[in-house]
């Protein structure tokens, strides 16, 4: 069901360009622009997965601010983007939140440039969606992707976004957007 649709942005554990794994920094953007992705698409919870101490606190002072702070009082509309926005220590415990909060464990859906065993596409993804009524966890992964292991936990790997071209290097952020828009917006 459309209603139980969750995001995690995940800082940790991710690739760098040696394939080494790393933790990345959470960015401004990433924060504000997919947050209001979610809203716009009606996505449950935004979790931004980040292990780092300096980086959560930093994170939830920027949500802080547009949640309870000045920034909410002077913008409505990004105020209400945050609502759904939170930071989470790891993708375990992201699954165990969803699961306390809607009773059973979500699906898991991870997002690549490759092609894997499990990769699905777009529409039949979406009709699952519309037609389950299980929770679902979208992962997107920031440097060059995802671990390995986080893929092999997927219950689905979403086929590549492809434009007309050989280059291939969107941001997480217009992925997002791409991504949601595909399996939640207008037939």
Request: glycine share 6%; proline share 3%; aromatic share 10%.
């Amino acid at each position: 069901m459309r209603e139980k649709i969750y995001l995690g942005l995940v800082h940790y554990p991710v690739y760098n360009k040696n394939n080494d794994v790393v933790c990345t920094s959470v960015t401004n953007f990433d924060i504000h622009d997919i947050s209001r992705s979610c809203r716009t698409y009606d996505v449950k919870g935004y979790r931004l997965i980040v292990p780092v101490d300096a980086q959560k606190m930093l994170t939830e002072r920027i949500i802080g601010y547009w949640q309870e702070g000045t920034g909410g009082q002077y913008n409505k509309d990004r105020e209400n983007a945050f609502a759904i926005t939170r930071v989470m220590d790891s993708i375990e415990k992201t699954i165990e939140e969803i699961e306390e909060r809607e009773g059973q464990k979500p699906v898991i859906i991870t997002t690549s440039a490759r092609i894997f065993s499990n990769t699905i596409g777009y529409k039949a993804l979406s009709e699952k969606i519309f037609e389950d009524d299980r929770p679902y966890l979208l992962l997107f992964g920031t440097g060059w992707g995802l671990t390995d292991e986080i893929m092999d936990m997927s219950d689905y790997i979403l086929e590549p976004i492809r434009g007309n071209t050989r280059y291939n290097h969107l941001s997480v952020r217009a992925a997002v957007a791409i991504i949601l828009d595909r399996l939640l917006g207008e037939n």
